[in-house]
């Protein structure tokens, strides 16, 4: 069975820090790039940030630049999103996936990286407030 399951979400105060964690299963975990993506109440669900397979490019929407790190472990099939300086603005419904295209510059080349396979999770709810 085909298993995205989000944790580490929560209330935190406004500056504080959130881990977020996401364990896969019943997948080739290294074929995919990955990603969290986060739906705000009344808005769409939208990116935040993606990590290439091998894990050594991970790019991020300009809001959350300098405060979020995502990471993987493969051994582990297992990715994380390390959230500093929270805001109330980034109160939302978190969610992993799998599958989601990554494009990024090496070496003067574009690369991208996408399973033809989209899979989410449940998501997990992170309120950021006072």
């Known amino acids: 069975q085909v298993q995205l399951v989000e944790s580490g979400g929560g209330l935190v105060q406004p500056g504080g820090s959130l881990t977020l964690s996401c364990a896969a299963s019943?997948?080739?975990?290294?074929?995919?790039?990955m990603a969290w993506y986060r739906q705000a109440p009344g808005k769409e669900r939208a990116l935040v940030a993606i990590?290439?397979?091998?894990?050594?490019?991970?790019n991020y929407v300009d809001s959350v630049k300098g405060r979020f790190t995502m990471s993987r472990d493969n051994a582990r099939k297992t990715v994380y999103l390390q959230m500093s300086r929270l805001k109330s603005e980034d109160t939302a419904v978190y969610f992993c996936?799998?599958?989601?295209?990554?494009?990024?510059?090496?070496?003067?080349?574009?690369?991208?990286?996408?399973?033809?396979?989209?899979?989410w999770g449940q998501g997990t709810l992170v309120t950021v407030s006072s």
């Open positions: 990590v290439n397979k091998v894990g050594d490019v991970a």
């Open positions: 019943g997948l080739d975990f290294h074929n995919y790039p």
């Open positions: 996936n799998a599958g989601s295209r990554i494009e990024y510059f090496r070496g003067g080349w574009r690369h991208w990286e996408e399973h033809e396979r989209q899979v």
